[in-house]
């Protein structure tokens, strides 16, 4: 009787074993074809090298997985996506149920998308070494939790004049919620945090063959951007059908950035943005509540036309912050942007700035404010001297205050600068070692004012104002200078 028992038991037993396992292989299939008509069925190639199922713990892992597609309609009619591929080493859900999944693992994922570009040289962004794990993983919301972690962002825009890098880039959702910006009752979101480990983008060519190398891109510069922290980061909005930024803070730990300019090889006309028009016309939705920034070190450097040594202006050591930086201003009365900053003006003044923008873009008034402390003007002739064919023999600023009030089209500024000794030498164009010592004795004798206030205090401290006409060909670093040029001028003839 108890070997008919154990008889009747084993083969129980094997009948149901040989039952999961028959399940386990036809829900491999039934998985296999699932996936890839989900993801085939716009006309994606999808391989998938190995699916395991796992009944008892309710597991299904896709191994080898890799998927191309090529564009369709879109490229036809010159946009869109020209062709993408995905690959992974193993995607994995746990606990899976009728709604959704427990967890999600992916693994060695890697994506290359081919963008369409007018130039015919197609946009390319990489990402490498992405895992993901993720928790409560449903198809209509976000997961309870979710991090993410790429090794290596890289991104080629069409004609390969710039290479932008990100490295080790990651995304965290923990758990919970907070306060949401929706409008429905018991509106929510999940805030988490992006980190970068530094970011990049790099000229492909010299700065000296840039321009006539990438037509249509005559500025080379560079930008190299080191610890980046983004703290308060709206998930929920950013991973939506609609994607917009919304990010309490960003924490920059360092940023060097540099620009030439060759104004020898022929530019198109265009109209250049300022800089709260560029923050306006962001494709996406941004709303970001604070960026700090320290150890900041800017170069700007122009070749004139007929010249053959670039000049240069430099911003060093610098540091600052930036509020409500945004282009969806919430409400009529949604405060400025506004922007402070302290550095080292050519290695030599201490220069402190505030530039209040703008948020709605009906409004084209800002302002800007600044100070200088003590100064050698002889530090500025690594600027004067290529582009004006003109320097400082001696000078020193004891302190320089301005204000500008300007829009899209005029500027008027206030400036105070008291300084001492200030001595004018003006160069032969062809021979810049050679000075034009007649007009340099008619300049300093008869149109400089070598002290403000006079050293022999004859005179009040002198005070200046001047408007200047904005050329919306140049920079909004250019329409600063000659809103500042004027009253300097009326200041030291």
Known sequence: MKKRIAIVSATVLAVIALGVLGVEAWLRHTVRDAVERAVGGGGADV??????????????????????????????????????????????????????????????????????????????????????????????????????????????????????????????????????????????????????????????????????????????????????DCRGVDIARLLSARPEVAIDSIRLASADIASYKNRKVFTPSSVKPLLHESIHRLPLPVAIGALSFDDLDITYEELAEHGDTPGRVTLTSGHGRAFNITNAPTTPHTPHTTIDIAATLMHSGALEARMVLPVDPRDAAWQLTGRLGPTDM???????????????????????????????????????????????????RHDPTRVRRFLTAVADDMLIRPSNPARDGRGPLRTAGSDATRDPERSVWNYIWRSLEGAILKTVI
């Open 378 to 428: 002889t530090a500025f002739n690594p600027a004067l001297e290529p582009l004006m064919n003109a320097r400082l023999a001696s000078g020193a600023i004891r302190s320089l205050s301005f204000e500008i009030a300007a829009d899209s089209v005029r500027s008027h500024t206030r400036l105070v600068m008291a300084y001492d000794d200030l001595s004018v030498e003006f160069l032969d």
């Open 47 to 228: 391989h998938i090298g190995r699916v395991s199922v796992s009944l008892p713990l309710r597991q299904v892992s896709l191994r080898d997985v890799r998927v191309h597609g090529q564009g369709g309609e879109a490229v036809r009619q010159g946009h869109g996506l020209v062709s993408f591929d995905v690959s992974l080493s193993r995607l994995t859900l746990r606990g899976v149920g009728r709604t959704g999944a427990d967890a999600m693992s992916v693994t060695g994922a890697a994506l290359e998308l081919v963008l369409w570009s007018e130039s015919g040289s197609h946009s390319r962004l990489a990402i490498g070494g992405v895992g993901l794990s993720a928790l409560g993983v449903t198809l209509d919301s976000l997961p309870a939790s979710l991090s993410l972690r790429a090794d290596s962002l890289l991104y080629t825009p069409g004609g390969g004049a710039t290479v932008l890098r990100a490295d080790t880039l990651s995304l965290t959702a923990p758990s919970g919620t907070g306060p949401g910006t929706g409008t429905g009752p018991g509106s929510e979101t999940r805030t988490g945090t992006i980190t970068l480990a530094g970011l990049s983008l790099t000229p492909s060519f010299d700065k000296a063959l840039f321009a006539d190398r990438s037509p249509g891109h005559t500025d080379w510069t560079s930008i190299r951007l080191g610890a980046i």
